[in-house]
């Protein structure tokens, strides 16, 4: 095999891997694609993290608990415009090339309806809640806004589809470093709390503008796109179980944040947000694994069955192994992390952090068990044990929060992301598998088996 089909990175990288890999273009793709997605990650990580701080300290636990608030609670109504139609679609394209123009035309049309049913139901909603806080109205009326913009991320489902990567990491990095930057000169001028708002909203606002234009040139543009009926009947079919899990993912990861806003306060929010913004951050890792590992073993169903489960174990043994190695990690400093970065102000966000933390472990199994569920077309067993986690989340909230405060919001947290990983998928019959996976994931044995195979595999190199 000539070195001209191998890309010019694999030269740098250690001999025993770069014989592994040499020759392989599909795995080359894979891991290019990883590569961008990192690049994004780690940019919006670093820079976002400090952003974020800033921001953080600037406004002080109460407007940054409303800010957050109001995230939250809008992020409630984004299944409604998302419709459940992102893995649906991407499935889709790459199954059938050939209708990629209908399949996103249709999905844009359905998405930009959904986006203005969910618009409505945020600001009638955030009125009925609190009708005497007009600031609060406002910030969720803004951030609601961008509900209306979900249909330009038929461009994310096409490239994600093409594992293209790397032309929706330039356009949001750019995006967003030139809003980060707007975010500093806000704090500069001391602005108020709803300029930080609106700057959110022109962030989405130009980031769908620019990959929709981005799209057009390395793909379909949009006046090529085209809407079917039938084929927004077969879309809205196969993701109406996708529609109801995501509303109950939405509100078993949202709700917290909403529950101790209205039964303690804004500032308790702010602090709380704090933790779950550092618990979070490594989340990038697991999701662009998933993203571009899981279509190769998607092609490895179509050869072979028993590779097809082994390569979906391997996934699931080295994401629950990294969650695990995170979680120890984050539990021992968290409390100095968050007073380093944040101040004595977030201190007691350390503590909540420490139980928040584990949360991340269940999450990397629910990506890799939700791409498996799509390929078995399992969909629509989803909505019930994910409606089973959001019941726990929310009896757990109501229960312990009152006493416990933010502590009790990442205990419900973290037993309800188990339930929805592992408990609740042991019930059915046809998901009953997956959870058996997830469970010898967790092995002691199942580590060191894993990690001797790698050393002896090295070692043959």
């Not at 969720?140 to 209306?148: F, H, P, R, T």
């Not at 529950?259 to 951050?281: F, T």
């Not at 069955?305 to 390569?311: D, F």
């Given at each position: 095999?000539?070195?001209?089909?191998?890309?010019?990175?694999?030269?740098?990288?250690?001999?025993?891997?770069?014989?592994?890999?040499?020759?392989?273009?599909?795995?080359?793709?894979?891991?290019?694609?990883?590569?961008?997605?990192?690049?994004?990650?780690?940019?919006?990580?670093?820079?976002?993290?400090?952003?974020?701080?800033?921001?953080?300290?600037?406004?002080?636990?109460?407007?940054?608990?409303?800010?957050?608030?109001?995230?939250?609670?809008?992020?409630?109504?984004?299944?409604?415009?998302?419709?459940?139609?992102?893995?649906?679609?991407?499935?889709?394209?790459?199954?059938?090339?050939?209708?990629?123009?209908?399949?996103?035309?249709?999905?844009?049309?359905?998405?930009?309806?959904?986006?203005?049913?969910s618009f409505l139901l945020i600001f009638g909603t955030i009125t009925y809640l609190r009708p005497d806080d007009a600031l609060?109205?406002?910030?969720?009326?803004?951030?609601?806004?961008?509900?209306?913009?979900?249909?330009?991320?038929?461009?994310?489902?096409?490239?994600?589809?093409?594992?293209?990567?790397?032309?929706?990491?330039?356009?949001?990095?750019?995006?967003?470093?030139?809003?980060?930057?707007?975010?500093?000169?806000?704090?500069?001028?001391?602005?108020?709390?709803?300029?930080?708002?609106?700057?959110?909203?022109?962030?989405?606002?130009?980031?769908?503008?620019?990959?929709?234009?981005?799209?057009?040139?390395?793909?379909?543009?949009?006046?090529?796109?085209?809407?079917?009926?039938?084929?927004?009947?077969?879309?809205?079919?196969?993701?109406?179980?996708?529609?109801?899990?995501?509303?109950?993912?939405?509100?078993?990861?949202?709700?917290?944040?909403?529950?101790?806003?209205?039964?303690?306060?804004?500032?308790?929010?702010?602090?709380?947000?704090?933790?779950?913004?550092?618990?979070?951050?490594?989340?990038?890792?697991?999701?662009?694994?998933?993203?571009?590992?899981?279509?190769?073993?998607?092609?490895?169903?179509?050869?072979?069955?028993?590779?097809?489960?082994?390569?979906?174990?391997?996934?699931?043994?080295?994401?629950?192994?990294?969650?695990?190695?995170?979680?120890v990690v984050m539990t021992i400093i968290s409390t100095q992390l968050i007073t380093l970065l944040f101040g004595e102000i977030?201190?007691?966000?350390?503590?909540?952090?420490?139980?928040?933390?584990?949360a991340g472990i269940f999450v990397s199994m629910g990506l890799t068990r939700g791409k498996w569920m799509l390929a078995e077309?399992?969909?629509?067993?989803?909505?019930?044990?994910?409606?089973?986690?959001?019941?726990?989340?929310?009896?757990?909230?109501?229960?312990?929060?009152?006493?416990?405060?933010?502590?009790?919001?990442?205990?419900?947290?973290?037993?309800?992301?188990?339930?929805?990983?592992?408990?609740?998928?042991?019930?059915?019959?046809?998901?009953?598998?997956?959870?058996?996976?997830?469970?010898?994931?967790?092995?002691?044995?199942?580590?060191?088996?894993?990690?001797?195979?790698?050393?002896?595999?090295?070692?043959?190199?």
């Amino acid at each position: 095999m000539s070195s001209s089909s191998n890309p010019f990175w694999l030269r740098y990288t250690p001999q025993f891997i770069r014989q592994r890999l040499e020759g392989r273009a599909s795995l080359h793709s894979i891991l290019h694609n990883i590569g961008w997605l990192f690049v994004d990650k780690i940019l919006r990580m670093g820079v976002g993290l400090l952003i974020g701080v800033w921001v953080a300290r600037y406004l002080g636990p109460e407007q940054f608990g409303l800010l957050n608030f109001a995230g939250a609670f809008t992020g409630l109504f984004g299944a409604i415009a998302g419709l459940g139609l992102q893995g649906i679609v991407v499935r889709d394209i790459v199954r059938h090339p050939e209708n990629a123009r209908v399949t996103l035309g249709t999905a844009g049309v359905l998405q930009l309806a959904g986006g203005l049913l969910s618009f409505l139901l945020i600001f009638g909603t955030i009125t009925y809640l609190r009708p005497d806080d007009a600031l609060a109205r406002s910030i969720v009326a803004i951030l609601g806004s961008m509900m209306l913009l979900k249909a330009g991320e038929i461009a994310l489902y096409w490239f994600e589809a093409k594992v293209q990567s790397k032309y929706t990491v330039v356009v949001q990095n750019s995006v967003f470093v030139l809003f980060a930057a707007v975010k500093v000169v806000l704090i500069l001028q001391q602005a108020p709390l709803i300029m930080f708002a609106w700057a959110m909203l022109a962030e989405a606002f130009v980031a769908a503008i620019v990959l929709i234009v981005v799209m057009g040139i390395y793909g379909p543009a949009v006046s090529q796109l085209r809407f079917s009926l039938d084929r927004a009947k077969t879309l809205l079919h196969d993701s109406w179980p996708l529609i109801l899990s995501a509303i109950a993912i939405t509100i078993y990861m949202k709700i917290d944040q909403i529950m101790l806003a209205q039964m303690i306060d804004d500032a308790a929010v702010g602090v709380y947000s704090v933790a779950v913004r550092m618990s979070e951050v490594w989340y990038f890792i697991p999701i662009a694994i998933v993203a571009s590992v899981f279509p190769a073993i998607l092609e490895a169903k179509k050869r072979n069955e028993t590779l097809y489960y082994t390569r979906l174990q391997q996934l699931y043994d080295h994401l629950t192994m990294l969650g695990i190695v995170v979680a120890v990690v984050m539990t021992i400093i968290s409390t100095q992390l968050i007073t380093l970065l944040f101040g004595e102000i977030y201190a007691d966000a350390g503590s909540i952090l420490q139980i928040h933390i584990w949360a991340g472990i269940f999450v990397s199994m629910g990506l890799t068990r939700g791409k498996w569920m799509l390929a078995e077309n399992l969909q629509y067993m989803g909505y019930w044990y994910v409606g089973i986690g959001m019941v726990v989340n929310v009896v757990g909230n109501y229960v312990m929060i009152p006493t416990y405060g933010g502590l009790g919001a990442a205990w419900s947290t973290l037993v309800s992301q188990a339930v929805v990983a592992v408990i609740a998928p042991a019930f059915y019959q046809k998901t009953r598998l997956s959870s058996i996976m997830l469970v010898r994931s967790l092995s002691p044995l199942q580590w060191y088996l894993r990690l001797r195979g790698m050393v002896e595999m090295g070692k043959k190199r």
